[in-house]
């Protein structure tokens, strides 16, 4: 097949939704369809204590959680299916963010009952910021779901963006009967008795036959029909430019748990979606449909794959050209040829040693501890780099104290080394001499993690003191008077590595109150790495 076609089969997309909704046992479903796995239950069974492939961290294992988010291939339909998965944990970390910064577009799971939830919330924020498609999937409608109507106007509202319903739920939770398709005005019938573990079948009546009214009753039909008039005539109309924009969501319905509605959301997700986009570097856009030389960013490291090794893997994804094993790149940030060697890609099950990558794809190699976070590799003559990955706010901070002094360069090696795989943050007092170093992160499970690393890798015991702030901004204006600012009495001045100030806050008026003080400062939730 030739270069442009693998290009153009490729959909490479992150899952993002609040925990529960239903993100793994969607994920597991569009496996099941593609044929990766035969049955249901085998990606991340929680109850088989089977971990996934992504539980490599001993925390990991101990805690049956996943910490950090995996990459999965499959083919459906004659495409080549990239699936970031996000953690589907409460504490999510960084990562999380990173891999949107990875996905072509992105999938939003909600569950029926609850609308939009926080979780979706952040992470939708990282979406909109990179004008990426997103697609909803209303999950759950086997469980009484709220209305409709309710539910697209909570997306619109609480996430301000336009919806597009493809398809609409007749009924929810017991009532539950299908789903009416409203281009080709059919119904798919919901079969309660199809246990979802296997591919089923999906009985689709035609909605303008005299058959609609018998087979799900006259109530149902004419509370169809009227919601159906008043949708055609306030939704907004699909529109695939919008979509593409990331400026109108399609929406669809179904329930994973019981495979209904799945292969009818991939079907029309993977026509709707973007094969791989171009990416703006330093010296202008790189196209993936061109045949030219292999570049690819760093978008996320995992430690700790060999403990004995204390080895790490660096994800990237690959933006342009393809890529062969065993083949010498440019190390753009290291200003080094490399070889990368032994590079792996994650399948359903297991990871894998391939040969050949194109655009879209991720793929992992042995980091002997030269990438950063967002650094560029590349084969061209141009040694281009690609725009950084933005640092995402962390939400929660303390005060690390290392308990045995003597230790001193083991911790700040060790710390240093977390933090440039990007798993917390650093920074310091502001002005004050101390040498003292504030940890922020994500979320508080990486609290956890550094503790546990610093113990097992480098030997070195802390203690954590939880710091109140919860909102970090960075400031925007170059040079800015620091000692001029006027805050508010829970405002905290500090400084990241490269010792650019940043400011933290208790309450997010403060934020507010702050901007409204200072008429020309400007802060940012997003950092430059
Ligand atoms: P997540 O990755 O977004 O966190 O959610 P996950 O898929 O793990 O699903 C969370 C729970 O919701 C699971 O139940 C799952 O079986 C259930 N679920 C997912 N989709 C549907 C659906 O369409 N309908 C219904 N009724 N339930 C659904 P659990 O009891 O927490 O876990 P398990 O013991 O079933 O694995």
């Known amino acids: 097949m030739d270069f442009t076609n693998e290009i153009k089969k490729r959909r490479t997309f992150a899952i993002i939704s609040h925990p529960d909704a239903g993100k793994t046992t969607l994920t597991e479903k569009f496996l099941l369809y593609g044929g990766a796995i035969n049955t249901a239950g085998s990606v991340k069974g929680k109850a088989t204590a089977k971990h996934a492939v992504s539980d490599w961290m001993e925390i990991e294992k101990e ?23 996000t953690p589907g944990h409460q504490d999510f970390s960084e990562d999380t963010y990173r891999t949107l910064m990875a996905a072509d577009s992105a999938v939003m799971v909600i569950d029926g009952s609850k609308g939009v939830e926080a979780q979706t919330r952040k992470l939708f924020k990282v979406c909109v910021m990179r004008h990426i498609p997103i697609f909803t999937f209303i999950n759950k409608m086997d469980r009484d779901a709220m209305d409709t109507f309710e539910l697209l106007d909570d997306i619109e509202k609480e996430l301000g963006i336009a919806t597009c319903p493809i398809n609409w739920p007749i009924g929810s939770g017991k009532a539950f009967q299908g789903v009416y398709e409203r281009q080709g005005k059919t119904i798919e019938l919901f079969s309660g008795t ?14 303008a036959g005299g058959r609609l009214e018998q087979v799900i009753g006259a109530a149902a039909k004419e509370k169809l029909e009227e919601e159906i008039e008043l949708l055609d005539g306030a939704a907004a109309e699909f529109d ?3 979509v ?24 029309h997700f993977l026509e709707m979606t973007t094969s791989p986009l171009p990416r703006m570097s330093d010296h202008g856009m790189v196209d993936p449909m061109e045949e030219t030389a292999f570049s690819a960013f760093v978008f996320k490291i995992q430690a700790n794959m060999n403990k004995a090794h204390r080895d790490r893997i660096a994800f990237m994804r690959i933006c342009s050209g393809a890529f062969t094993a065993g083949m010498d790149v440019w190390h753009v940030q290291g200003g080094k040829q490399i070889r990368l060697s032994q590079p792996q890609q994650m399948m359903a099950s297991e990871r894998k040693i391939i040969e050949t990558a194109y655009g879209g794809d991720i793929i992992g190699v042995f980091d002997p501890g ?8 590349t084969t061209s003559r141009d040694k281009y780099a690609y725009e950084g990955i933005p640092t995402f706010a962390p939400e929660h901070f303390a005060r690390v104290r290392q308990l045995d002094t003597m230790k001193r360069k083991q911790f700040v090696k060790g710390i240093n080394q977390i933090a440039q795989e990007g798993a917390i943050q650093i920074f310091q007092e502001y002005n004050t001499g101390m040498e ?9 499970l990486q609290f956890d993690v550094l503790k546990y690393r610093l113990k097992n890798e480098y030997n070195v015991d802390i203690l954590l003191e939880n710091l109140p702030y919860e909102y970090i901004r960075w400031i925007e204006n170059e040079g800015i008077d620091m000692d001029a600012l006027s805050g508010t009495s829970d405002m905290k001045k500090i400084k990241d590595l490269h010792g ?8 997010e008026w403060s934020v507010r109150m702050t901007l409204e003080r200072n008429p020309d400062l400007r802060l940012s939730e997003f950092g430059r790495s």
């Open 240 to 242: 695939q430019e919008l």
């Open 244 to 267: 593409s924009k990331g400026e109108l969501s399609p929406v669809f319905f179904g329930s994973a748990l019981t495979n209904f509605g799945v292969e009818t959301f991939l079907r």
């Open 63 to 85: 805690r049956g959680i996943s910490v950090t988010s995996s990459v999965l291939q499959f083919g459906y339909g004659g495409y080549c299916i990239n699936i970031l998965d």
């Open 500 to 507: 650019r100030p940043l400011l933290l806050f208790v309450h």
């Open 194 to 207: 199809q246990k979802g573990t296997r591919v089923g079948e999906v009985r689709t009546v035609d909605a």
């Open 436 to 444: 003292e170093i504030i940890v922020g992160v994500v979320g508080v």
């Open 370 to 377: 030269i990438f950063s976070i967002g650094d560029t590799l």
